[in-house]
């Protein structure tokens, strides 16, 4: 499954002929193109200082995902927690006390509608803004996600950019939340 910003495209014509014949070398210059695309997305416009410190909870059970988003926001300050499924994010929840969840809609044991359900039930994390996770962005999906308290629903793969909108635009319901 490929993690965030899509990268479409070929090798141009030149390059293409010139190691004809030799995949190794096609393979060896496509993922130094490919690195370069996904290093400069990554250090893009860096953003307010306001996310430097903020406490992000990640429930995935990709490793991919999970570790994709703690890269992109470990670049703006921010703690994150990760954990890669719903009994594990619980158990983590009252140590870290998260300005914001990112919650996976089909994980195991615990899937994210109910995960999401079980936080916003509690009293010290109702106010808790809970963004869930899907590579499902269908209507109803985002209606489901707003029925268990979801307050947006964010497709993967998804970009740095889509990633970090999505903390910014929360932040304020989050200001207090943790404490």
Do not use: W
Not at 17 to 22: F, N, P, Q, T
Not at 115 to 137: E, Q, W, Y
């Amino acid at each position: 499954m490929a993690v965030g910003p899509t990268l479409r495209g070929d090798l141009p014509r030149s390059i293409r002929s010139e190691c004809r014949g030799d995949p190794s070398v096609v393979a060896q210059r496509e993922n130094m193109m490919q690195s370069a695309r996904v290093e400069q997305l990554t250090n893009s416009q860096p953003l307010a200082s306001s996310l430097a410190g903020r406490k992000v909870l990640v429930i995935d059970d990709s490793s991919t995902i999970r570790r994709t988003a703690q890269i992109f926001l470990s670049k703006v300050d921010c703690q994150v927690v990760l954990a890669e499924d719903g009994f594990d994010a619980l158990a983590k929840l009252g140590d870290f006390k998260p300005d914001i969840v990112f919650c996976d809609i089909l994980m195991p044991k615990l899937d994210g509608y109910l995960t999401c359900s079980l936080i916003k039930k509690s009293p010290k994390f109702h106010a808790t803004p809970v963004v869930m996770l899907s590579s499902r962005d269908g209507v109803f999906d985002r209606a489901r996600g707003k029925l268990v308290g979801a307050v947006d629903h964010l497709a993967k793969p998804f970009s740095r950019e889509a990633l970090l909108e999505a903390v910014q635009a929360h932040l304020p319901a989050a200001a207090g939340a943790a404490q």
